[in-house]
C-alpha cells in the first residue's frame, strides 16, 4: 500500500505539501495541487484515517445505536441518518442491540474508544430506566425512539402514549370492546404503547382484563404465538393492537390462518398496528397503522447530532415529532 511518502516521492514534493492538498487548503497552487491528486489516484493511496483524527482533533465518524436492524422502522431510520452524515463528510459505524444491555454496553464502550465524532442512540430500557446515572460518556449524543428525561440529552421521538391512546380510541369507536394488546416485552416504546393502550380503555369504560394484554419479545413469530393465544380465548377479542411491525406480521399470518380476517372488508375482527410497513397497505384488507415519521426520526438526529459536535455548548433539545393515524380495511371498509 502507498505511503504519503511515496506520494512525495513521485511529485518532488514535501510530505507537508501533500498533507496540504489532501486536507484542501489554501495558498497551493493549482499546478501542484493537480499534479498531487494525479499522483494520489495513480499509486492507490488512501489517508489513515485514524492519524487524521487525531491531528485534527475530530473524528469522520458517527455511532448509530439500534435496536433490531430487522425492523424497517429501524432501517429506515438508519438510511436517514447516513444521507444527513455523508452530506456533511461523515460515514456511519452502525450497531445492532438486540434490547441486550450486554450488547448495549459493549457498543458503545468501542465507540468511545474508536473516538467517534458522536453516537445516534436508541437506548435500552435497563439504559433508559439508569441513564441519569450514566455521567458524561464524553462526546455528543442524541437519543432516538426512546425518552430518556429533559435536560438529559438532545433526543427526537413521538408521543407513543397519545399514539396508542388514539389508535385504541379509533379501535373503540368502532363498536370494539374487548380490545386485545400485543407489546414489545423489552422495549421502553412497548411499556409507553401498553399505557396509552390502557388510558383509552379506561377513559372509555372497558372492563380490565389482563388476559388481553401481552407482553413478547418484539418478533413476527411472537407475535403469531400471542395471536393463536388470543384467538383461543372463549370469547376471543373483537380487536387486536400490535405495537411494532414485526410483531404485526406475525400476528396478520394468525389471523389469516384461522380464517379470522381476509375478506375485503372484515367486521369479525379489526386489527391495527405501529409502523407503515410496505406490506400493511398490499394485503387484504389493507392494515391500519399507526404511521411514524421515521425518515424525519433519522434527519432530525442527525442534524441534532451535527449541530451537537460544533457546539457542544448548546442548550439541549428534545423534538418530539407527530404521529398519524392511517385508516384502512382492516378496522372497517375504508380504503
Known amino acids: 500500500m502507498a505511503s504519503i511518502q511515496d506520494v512525495a516521492n513521485s511529485c518532488g514534493l514535501s510530505t507537508a505539501t501533500i498533507s496540504r492538498v489532501l486536507a484542501g487548503k489554501e495558498h497551493v497552487r493549482e499546478e501542484v495541487r493537480l499534479r498531487v491528486l494525479e499522483a494520489v489516484k495513480l499509486l492507490g493511496y ?61 457498543y458503545l464502550r468501542h465507540l468511545i474508544d474508536e473516538n467517534v465524532a458522536g453516537i445516534i442512540y436508541a437506548p435500552t430500557g435497563k439504559a433508559v430506566r439508569d441513564f441519569g446515572k450514566m455521567g458524561d460518556i464524553g462526546m455528543p449524543l442524541v437519543i432516538i425512539d426512546r425518552p430518556i428525561g429533559r435536560g438529559l440529552a438532545d433526543s ?113 375482527i379489526s386489527f391495527a398496528t405501529f409502523d407503515d410497513d410496505a406490506w400493511s397497505s398490499l394485503v387484504s384488507p389493507s392494515v391500519t397503522v399507526v404511521a411514524q415519521p421515521t425518515y424525519e426520526i433519522g434527519s432530525s438526529a442527525a442534524e441534532l447530532l451535527l449541530k451537537r459536535i460544533e457546539d457542544d455548548t448548546r442548550s439541549i433539545r428534545q423534538i418530539v415529532l407527530k404521529h398519524r393515524l392511517v385508516i384502512r380495511q382492516s378496522c372497517g371498509c375504508q380504503s
Open 156 to 268: 427526537v421521538v413521538i408521543d407513543n402514549v397519545a399514539a396508542a391512546f388514539d389508535m385504541t380510541e379509533h379501535l373503540i369507536s368502532h363498536k370494539r370492546t374487548r380490545i386485545a394488546g400485543v407489546f414489545g416485552v423489552k422495549s421502553p416504546t412497548g411499556r409507553e404503547r401498553r399505557k396509552g393502550f390502557q388510558l383509552a380503555r379506561q377513559k372509555y369504560g372497558l372492563a380490565e382484563d389482563k388476559e388481553l394484554i401481552l407482553e413478547v419479545p418484539p418478533r413476527d413469530e411472537e407475535g403469531y404465538r400471542a395471536v393463536r393465544k388470543l384467538l383461543a380465548m372463549a370469547p376471543p377479542p373483537d380487536a387486536i393492537l400490535t405495537s411494532n411491525g414485526l410483531l404485526a406480521v406475525g400476528a396478520f399470518r394468525a389471523l389469516m390462518e384461522a380464517g379470522r380476517i381476509g375478506k375485503k372488508c372484515t367486521d369479525d
Open 46 to 106: 488512501r489517508p489513515n484515517r485514524v492519524a487524521r483524527s487525531l491531528r485534527s482533533n475530530r473524528s469522520t465518524t458517527i455511532g448509530l445505536v439500534v435496536a433490531d436492524i430487522q425492523n424497517p422502522y429501524f432501517t429506515r431510520i438508519c438510511r436517514a441518518v447516513e444521507d444527513a452524515a455523508l452530506r456533511c463528510g461523515f460515514a456511519i459505524f452502525l450497531c445492532n442491540t438486540d434490547e441486550d444491555p450486554e450488547k448495549e454496553a459493549l
